[in-house]
């Protein structure tokens, strides 16, 4: 099995079987060459983090992603994921995006897509990078913040699954359940990592590794056991060193690995043809602060004049009456206690 090419692997397995573990191992491989390792998506209870106390870890650049209305005081460098770009790919050798930064789940899959939109635009690169998405689900929930419609979410999940390789991306993913995955993405996978199975079997689809292996053994199999199903049909039985930096389940990590978090109010997101958000409704306050006329912003946004001075006159009188805009203060604007000049209309 190649390791630091664009495959995607995937690990199947009961809950504590030690997916994510062998996941993480996978990165520690594509570091060791040095390549990027993106930790995506994660479980709420931020076992992404724990690659900060993970071997060698002082000798790399690390940035911590988080949503735009959380502050996060850490000695790593940190980033509201909004203002991720496309350079930073090249800068960082570990970039962690968790849960627990995030001011709620909504708030972070909302977020999150704009490194997705970002993974699309890196056509040129030179080192391919390690992304580990650990609960596949977690990717679809994200797109569903994109479009309601689950058939285009569903989609948008193979197309990024399939198209990530051409980016440069290595895609690392975990699921409980291999049927909870579509088929069209199952036949994206290059490497099918097999864990302990417990009560539900392998799917249908896979039935046919019991002519190899005994049932029960795969349904027992230690944390650090796994089968191996390549897309070219070969299969086999391996290990790998368990590391001891992982999560412990009930662990306070954001204590262990020094990080502080602080979330503001939950951000109101712009909804397509009837609200604008808080972000939006800032962007839209500095580029009058910065003397743009009406109808510039308008055409920039994609939004009508007169939408740009009811939030202009909105922003001033929340100024004047309470010293302070709420839409500027959520997404953290430097002009939340300014008043604004209108200039032309």
Known sequence: MQIGGTETHMAIGKRGAGKSTLLEDLGLQFRARQLPVLDLFGSRDGEA????RSEGIEEEKVLLLHGDNTSVDSSWET??????QLSDFEKYDLMISSSPL???IDAEYQQINNIIKLIYARLLFSKNIYTVIREAANLLYSRLKVSNDQTIAKAEMTYFIREARHCGFSLGLDTQKMTSIDLDVRITIDNLFIKSLGLQGLP?????????????SLQKMRQNEFILVTNGGSHG???????????????????SVGIKVEHGEEMIESK?????????HADIMKMKNDGRPHGAIADKMKISKSTVYGHLKYHNEKVSEVEECDKCRRAKSELSKTQIYPGDK
């Not at 397509?272 to 939006?280: H, M, N």
């Open 237 to 255: 039985v391996g290990t790998f060193d368990y590391h001891k930096w992982h999560k412990i389940p009930g662990e306070d990590i954001l204590s």
């Open 79 to 84: 980033k509201p994921v909004s203002k991720f």
């Open 272 to 280: 397509p043809d009837y609200r604008i958000g808080d972000t939006v």
């Open 49 to 52: 983090l724990a690659w900060l």
């Open 102 to 104: 995030y001011s709620s």
């Open 204 to 216: 249908q689809d896979l039935r046919w590794l019991y002519s190899t292996y005994v049932p029960m």
